[in-house]
């Protein structure tokens, strides 16, 4: 039996083979990646490295072993359909008879567009008759904390959320979150809704940014559009843009507040506070 994950040399999978190493053995990890040379330290430390591409079906053949566990990291090419990739792990753990399959989903909550392959994902893994766990993950800290430059250089938070919050957590929490899940029992054919235990607003987002460091950083509400087109000239992709603005539009009507207590009860800890992010951020 082999825990898989699958786009583990991304970010928030980086982090999940990383905790699964503090809970079981090496050789019982997987990591399913696209570029093996990203993971070569992992492979170093007994972890085997699957090569396969959500874009090639065939990668997928004997990938998967009955009784594994398995966690579908959702894909990030927007544009290229990203139910039919997912579809393809999904198709795979079916004709394997694995024990689990954790998909990284979005809050049900969510309307934006942003939601709708994870919504179609879902409904492919429920029809698929595989046992599940559906992780809703809310939104990441490092959405903000990553991309602070032009907010420094600007002394502005620019958002299209108005009053709206944001139960944002850590990527460390999710992926604990995802771990729980790998390795505990009794989770099948469960649905977590995930998310920080504060919420906080793009006002107050300011404000932690002013107090660490010491400049008057103000935050100025926009439109969708103005938002958009804003991205667009910082060159994002005008349609990413768009479903980016349709995210703050969805803040703004309360669609990332997520007060389950799913994710800390999971992760056996409180989840980690946006100052604390904000903190590292600086740091790096």
Known sequence: MSIVVTGASGKLGRHVVEQLLEKVPAEQVTAVVRSPEKVAGLAERGVRVAVADYN?????????????????????????GRVLQHSVV?????????ALLAYTSAPGSLTAALADDHRGTEQALLDSGVPYVLLRNGWYHENYTENLAPVLEHDAVVAAAGEGRVSSASRADYAAAAVAVLTGDGHENATYELGGDEAWSFAEYAAELSRQTGREIAYHPVTPEALTGILAGAGVPEPMAAVLAGV?????????VVDSGDLSRLAGRPTTPLSEAVAAAFKD
């Open 56 to 80: 090639a079906p065939e990668t997928f053949d004997g990938l998967f072993a009955a009784g594994d566990k398995v966690l579908l990291v959702s894909g990030n090419e927007f544009d290229k």
């Open 90 to 98: 999904i198709d795979a753990a079916k004709a394997a008879g694995v």
């Open 248 to 256: 703050d539009a969805a803040i703004a009507k309360g669609e990332l």
